[in-house]
């Protein structure tokens, strides 16, 4: 009979190994919104068993980021502009909720100097990938710049539920930034980088200029996909189509 670190983990890995790569799929703009696939299309890609898959693709539709598609499969999930409003006032109100305490001495103490500098290392290439207008290389430093810092401060939960919420906001985002991206214009310059400010007000323990910082990122966010789906919509004449009432 199996051991406990045997069989058992060995597929939780490999389940959590499937769903990454698919949600950097997402992510990478390479599965797009509405694109349709069946566990066993994703098991052969693999060359896996379909058991981990399938527990890889209901776990990403847990995320929201996939749908399940009675008989069919699977498909990646279609966000709305309403769903990226509603996903940013959500990780305003969490990060509010994590930072909330950063200017008392006993929280701020309670992280060490060298959390601080590995963020403003995540957080100086995100800025830099961004003024270069890479979202691949940028997407990949935002969560791992907003995973640790939000992790410093020690509430797991929340910290989870941000990185959750910031994987479905990029999401949704992509697949327009991914075509203004192809464009002649690009996105250069356009992508907001002021993550090292964060770290300052946070390392200063000035908790009324983090919040101001992360309001004026997501004001930033919507600006910028507000702008591009109108774009769209004046090139094609289709209206964005808003989640139900």
Known sequence: MPGPDGPAVIRSTLRQQIADALRDEILAGRLVPGQEFTVKEIADQYGVSATPVREALVNLAAQGLLDSAQHRGFRVHEHTLDDYRGMLQARGLIADAIFREVATTSAHDSI???????????????????????????????????????ALFGNAYLSDFLHRLRVQSWACAVPRLRREAERGGGLRGRLWCRHTDLVEALTRRDAILAHAIVAEYNAHSLNLVETLAAEETDEDGTAEPQAPA
């Open 112 to 150: 060490p100097a060298a959390g601080f500098v590995s963020v403003r290392r995540r957080g100086e290439e995100a800025a830099r990938a961004a003024a270069a207008g890479d979202l691949t290389v940028l997407i990949g430093y935002d969560l791992r710049f907003w995973r640790e810092l939000s």
